[in-house]
């Protein structure tokens, strides 16, 4: 079992930054993937951003610009900073992991966003 610690979310005005942090604990395998994704009231969960293990990281065209992910991998650690917020960004926000090996994958308990105009 994998466990994900999220926190960082809140409301902030159009154009105002937010950080979020996601760590993992648990029975964590080196080669991993972590990102965040969002979802909207009546709308599908979508990648916002990912960072894997090798170093690649993976953006959705609406943040990028704007939003950086970054990871700490010795503290198990994923970070995105959200940078001239917009009310479209709108969202809970949840912490994914995944190990394309073993195909595992958990999920956080989310954090909510929320942009006023």
């Known amino acids: 079992q994998v466990q994900l610690m999220e926190s960082g979310g809140g409301l902030v005005q159009t154009g105002g930054s937010l950080r979020l942090s996601c760590a993992a604990s648990?029975?964590?395998?080196?080669?991993?993937?972590m990102g965040w994704y969002r979802q909207a009231p009546g709308k599908e969960r979508d990648l916002v951003a990912s960072?894997?293990?090798?170093?690649?990281?993976n953006y959705a065209d609406s943040v990028k610009g704007r939003f950086t992910i970054s990871r700490d991998s010795a503290q198990n650690t994923v970070y995105l900073q959200m940078n001239s917020l917009k009310p479209e960004d709108t969202a809970m926000y949840y912490c994914?992991?995944?190990?394309?090996?073993?195909?595992?994958?958990?999920w956080g308990q989310g954090t909510q966003v929320t942009v006023s105009s």
């Open positions: 994914r992991y995944y190990e394309s090996f073993s195909r595992r994958e958990y």
């Open positions: 960072f894997s293990s090798g170093g690649i990281t």
């Open positions: 648990g029975s964590i395998f080196r080669i991993n993937t």
